[in-house]
C-alpha cells in the first residue's frame, strides 16, 4: 500500500482544492497508462510530461489531461503501443510518421532525434506528422536547454482559431515555443500558445465555475462569449472560436497572432506531408476515428557558435537587465520567461499539486476502473 496520497496543505482559493504530492501523481498516471497497454518506458515518459506541466503551474495540461488520454486510447483514437518510423533521414533534418501513437513519446524521440543531429552537424530540425496531443510543447525545448542548446518547437491543434476578420475556427491554438540557457538557475522558456486563451485554458475554467474574460472568444455572430461550458459546446459544434493573440481585428494587432498561428500550421505539415487545418478534427481510417497532428522540434547547438559560457552569460544579463529596468507605478516585479513556472515548481514540490473536485472525479473513475487500489486517495 502506498502511502496516504493526499495532502491537505493550506487552502488558497477554495475548499475544494486538494494537495497531491507531485511524485505520488506522477506514479499514478504511470500506472494508468501501463493499465491501458502502454509499454513501461512509453508510461514514464508520458507522466513526466504532465507532472512537468503541474509542477511548472500549467494546470491545462497535466493531471486536467489525464482522462482526455485514457478515453481516447480506450475509443481507439490513439494507440498506446507507439511505433514511429522514420521517413526522410538527412544529415541535419528527418521526417517522422507517428502512426497515431502516443504524442508525449513521438515528441520526445523526435527531440532527441533533432539534438543528437545538432551535437553532430550544429542544427538538428525534426518533422513530424501522424502523432497526437503531445502535452506542454516546453517539455521538448527544455530538453534542448538541458543539452547546452537552443529548442525551438511547435504543433498544429484541433481547429479553434478565425482567421482575422473570420469567426469560423480553422486554426489550432498552435504553440510557438523557445528556450534557450542562461547562467541563472532557470533557463529562458516561452511556452505559448498563439490565441490569447487556449482550449485546456477554457477547460481549467469550466472545472473552477470560473467566468471567462471578456474578449477572448468569439461566436459566429461577433459577440464574446465568457460563459466556460457554453464556449467549450461552442468550439464542438465551431460557432465559436479562441480569438488570436492580439485579439479582435487589426486594431489590437490580431493579424499578428493570426500570421504567427498560421506560421506553427505551416511548419507543422507542409514539411512533413501532414494533417492541416481542419482535418485536425478528426479523419475516418479503417472505420476509426484519428486525431492527427503534426510537430516541428529544431535544436541549434550553441557551442557551434560561441563558447556556451559565454552565451549563458550573455542571456542571463538580457534577463537580468530586464528584470531590473524601471518598473510601472504599483508593480513590485518584472519578470522572465521561464521564473514563474521554477518559482511555482520549487512551491510545488513542497505542497503539491492543487487538484479541484472536477479532476478528483477523474481521478476515482480511473482508478475505479482500472482496480488501482492501491492509491488511497482520500475523495
Same mark, same amino acid.
Given at each position: ?72 486510447? &480506450?475509443?481507439?483514437?490513439?494507440? $498506446?503501443?507507439?511505433? #514511429?518510423?522514420?521517413? =526522410?533521414? !538527412?544529415?541535419? *533534418? ?44 516546453g517539455y521538448y525545448s527544455l530538453m534542448a536547454i538541458k543539452e547546452g542548446m537552443i529548442g525551438f518547437v511547435t504543433t498544429n491543434t484541433r481547429p479553434s482559431v478565425p482567421p482575422t476578420f473570420g469567426v469560423e475556427p480553422m486554426l ?34 469550466? &472545472?473552477?465555475?470560473?467566468?471567462? $474574460?471578456?474578449?477572448? #472568444?468569439?461566436?459566429? =455572430?461577433? !459577440?464574446?462569449? *465568457? ?87 550573455i542571456s542571463g544579463n538580457i534577463m537580468r537587465d530586464l528584470r531590473s529596468s524601471k518598473k510601472a507605478p504599483g508593480k513590485e516585479k518584472i519578470y522572465t520567461a521561464g521564473e514563474k513556472e521554477y518559482n511555482t515548481e520549487a512551491e ?7 487538484? !479541484? ?23
Amino acid at each position: 500500500m502506498v502511502e496516504k496520497a493526499i495532502e491537505q496543505a493550506q487552502q488558497r482559493s477554495s475548499d475544494d482544492i486538494l494537495y497531491i504530492k507531485a511524485d505520488i501523481l506522477k506514479s499514478f498516471m504511470k500506472d494508468v497508462f501501463i493499465s491501458l497497454k502502454v509499454p513501461e518506458q512509453h508510461a514514464e515518459i508520458i507522466a513526466d510530461v504532465l507532472i512537468t506541466s503541474d509542477l511548472e503551474g500549467i494546470d491545462s495540461h497535466g493531471i486536467q489531461r489525464c482522462k482526455m488520454y485514457y478515453d481516447r486510447i &480506450r475509443e481507439g483514437i490513439y494507440n $498506446p503501443k507507439t511505433e #514511429i518510423e522514420i521517413v =526522410n533521414d !538527412n544529415k541535419s *533534418t528527418a521526417v517522422i510518421d507517428g502512426k497515431c501513437g502516443m504524442g508525449h513519446v513521438i515528441a520526445y524521440k523526435a527531440m532527441k532525434l533533432a539534438i543528437e543531429k545538432a551535437k553532430k552537424y550544429g542544427l538538428g530540425a525534426v518533422a513530424v506528422r501522424n502523432s497526437t496531443h503531445f502535452g506542454i510543447a516546453g517539455y521538448y525545448s527544455l530538453m534542448a536547454i538541458k543539452e547546452g542548446m537552443i529548442g525551438f518547437v511547435t504543433t498544429n491543434t484541433r481547429p479553434s482559431v478565425p482567421p482575422t476578420f473570420g469567426v469560423e475556427p480553422m486554426l489550432g491554438t498552435n504553440p510557438l515555443t523557445y528556450g534557450a540557457p542562461t547562467d541563472e538557475s532557470f533557463p529562458f522558456l516561452l511556452d505559448c500558445a498563439t490565441s490569447i486563451i487556449q482550449r485546456g485554458k477554457v477547460e481549467v475554467y469550466n &472545472r473552477i465555475h470560473k467566468p471567462l $474574460p471578456s474578449g477572448v #472568444i468569439i461566436s459566429n =455572430n461577433g !459577440n464574446s462569449k *465568457t460563459d466556460p461550458n457554453v464556449v467549450l459546446d461552442k468550439l464542438v459544434k465551431r460557432s465559436a472560436a479562441l480569438l488570436p493573440l492580439g485579439g479582435e481585428g487589426e486594431d489590437t494587432s490580431g493579424h499578428k497572432g493570426y500570421g504567427y498561428g498560421t506560421f506553427a500550421e505551416i511548419l507543422s505539415s507542409a514539411l512533413q506531408d501532414g494533417v492541416y487545418l481542419k482535418d485536425t478534427a478528426g479523419v475516418i481510417e479503417d472505420g476509426q476515428k484519428k486525431l492527427k497532428v503534426g510537430h516541428f522540434f529544431l535544436a541549434i547547438n550553441i557551442q557551434n557558435f560561441i563558447p556556451i559560457e559565454k552565451f549563458q552569460n550573455i542571456s542571463g544579463n538580457i534577463m537580468r537587465d530586464l528584470r531590473s529596468s524601471k518598473k510601472a507605478p504599483g508593480k513590485e516585479k518584472i519578470y522572465t520567461a521561464g521564473e514563474k513556472e521554477y518559482n511555482t515548481e520549487a512551491e510545488r514540490r513542497k505542497n503539491g499539486i492543487p487538484v !479541484n473536485k472536477s479532476i478528483q472525479k477523474d481521478i476515482k473513475t480511473m482508478q475505479n476502473e482500472l482496480g488501482l487500489n492501491n492509491y488511497n486517495f482520500s475523495f
